[in-house]
């Protein structure tokens, strides 16, 4: 069993802990910005194809105390670097670190970057060339105030980087913080769902994928496959058995509109890109007028939220009338707004009955939970 360390968008730590545990890693544990697991192989290889949630699967290679730009160098030039992949591969390193003494990332990053040509030319006679575009190999190092991590990471490209989003409109949102928004709604495959605003899409390809069992990352290729001890087998009977789960396309109870027909252009463009276009109904609404699809639900989307002070004004009408159609027509919906905008809960008028702190990059927003019952919650 190796140990693997899975970072995800921050606030979605427990839900990744869940949907790793369903993919059969053990001791399971939840980190700030993800979650650390053991696995063997085939449960890296699982994660990178399956995980929606995850950004990356990395293996972790070493743990050790450090004082000082010496003793990083020194722990890294130990390992057997050659052992796991070839000279010929390109490499890059990327350093983060928390509270570190040391004054320069970017020597420390050096020190790394050092320790394992001078290993692979004592023990090959020649070194890896380094690719910060588009490396084979990806070598990520943290540093706390006294401990130095180092990993080999399994995915290459982010996990969220699922090939399906070719159009996009401005500031879409990473699928895997999507998927993640998705479970924590409660959102099962056969319940309806509606993003009454939803942009290029990506709540959608995301909701479509799991209902019909499309593992998010059957479209792409990993590092994994780059590495010495990479099992040919393993993997292929993994993709295999993933690719006879799924289920053929079908209409499915997944709704989505927008105000916007530019958007909604680029969100049928992605789902025709995607093989998906069937499944998903769309429609070009104004979410003030639009019906619900379905009896009872759940609504999910990211509103837009205003950068400039004509577009924060232009909010300040629009929520009150959001909560107002809420109240008139979904009895028997919950409601989900993922928004940086701490405005909206005091404006939409309705009652919250969960906000969930999540982050967008580095951005810090809320997911606001409103179940609307008959009579309204004013």
Known sequence: MNPYFSPCPRGLESALCEELSEI????????????????????????NLESRIASRVLWNILESDYGSEADIYDATVSLPWEKWFSPDRTIKVNLAATKSPLRSLEFATLKIKDAVCDRFRKTRGRRPSVDTLNPDIRIHAHLTRDRFSLYIDTSGE?????GLRHFSVEAPL???????????????????????????GTFLLEAAQTALRIAPGSR????????????????????KASLERQKPVEPLQIFGSDISGRALDAARKNLVE????????????????????AESGILVTNPPYGVRIGEENELSALYPLMGDALKKKYAGWNAY????????????????????????GALECRLFEYKMVSGGMR
């Open 274 to 293: 995607a093989g998906l276009e069937k499944a998903v109904v769309l429609k070009q609404a104004n979410f003030l007028e639009l019906s619900p699809p």
């Open 24 to 47: 059969g890693a053990s001791e399971i544990r939840v980190a700030e910005g993800g979650a650390s697991f053991l696995g063997s192989l085939e449960t890296a290889y699982r994660a």
């Open 337 to 360: 707004f993922f928004t940086a905008d701490m405005r909206l809960p005091k404006l939409i008028r309705l009652a919250v009955s969960r906000r969930i702190p999540l982050y967008n």
């Open 220 to 239: 792409r290729n990993f590092a994994f496959e780059k590495l010495e001890n990479f099992d040919r087998e393993k993997w292929e009977a993994i993709r």
């Open 158 to 162: 982010a996990l969220f980087k699922r």
């Open 174 to 200: 990473r699928e895997n913080l999507a998927a993640g928004i998705l479970r924590l709604s409660g959102w099962k495959p056969g319940i309806a769902l509606l993003d009454p605003m939803c942009g290029s």
